[in-house]
């Protein structure tokens, strides 16, 4: 959960971090700082015995004001990927738009869930309840 003031970089936080793994699909209008030449956003990721890859992963992407994009995806052992986005589409798959989420109806909601997690379920009442109770940290 991240909380915060207004205007405190709760949203900018989020869209660092989505900027970072979807690149321009991300869709964020000003990814580089008014005043500033470049976003640098690096960011590393530990495996669980659950996840797509192995040890740590670091992610780097610099965005210049001039639009130019750059991606690294670098193993522990200094290894690179030749496809990185592919490879972070691969191990992070969709991702959830929270403010989207927010605004959308429960039948939305449903469907973004069953789309970022793969599965194909249905909703009980509890389930329905689960996600309301999601709505009330939002």
């Given at each position: ?22 690149g ?96 194909d ?5 509890v ?12």
């Amino acid at each position: 959960i991240i909380g915060g003031d207004n205007e405190q970089g709760k949203s900018s936080v989020l869209d660092a971090l989505v900027t970072l793994l979807e690149g321009k699909a991300a869709g964020i209008p000003e990814p580089v700082r008014n005043g500033q030449d470049k976003a640098d956003l690096t960011g590393v990721f530990l495996a669980d015995e659950w996840d797509a890859f192995d040890g740590e992963l670091t992610v780097r992407r610099t965005i210049t004001r001039a639009g130019t994009w750059t991606l690294t995806v670098r193993a522990k052992d200094g290894a690179m990927y030749p496809k990185p986005q592919t490879m972070l589409d691969k191990i992070f798959g969709n991702t959830l738009d929270p403010a989207e989420f927010a605004n959308a109806d429960v039948k939305r909601r449903i469907e973004m869930l069953k789309t970022i997690t793969g599965t194909d379920f249905t909703f009980s009442v509890v389930g329905v309840y689960w996600i309301n109770c999601i709505m009330s940290f939002w």
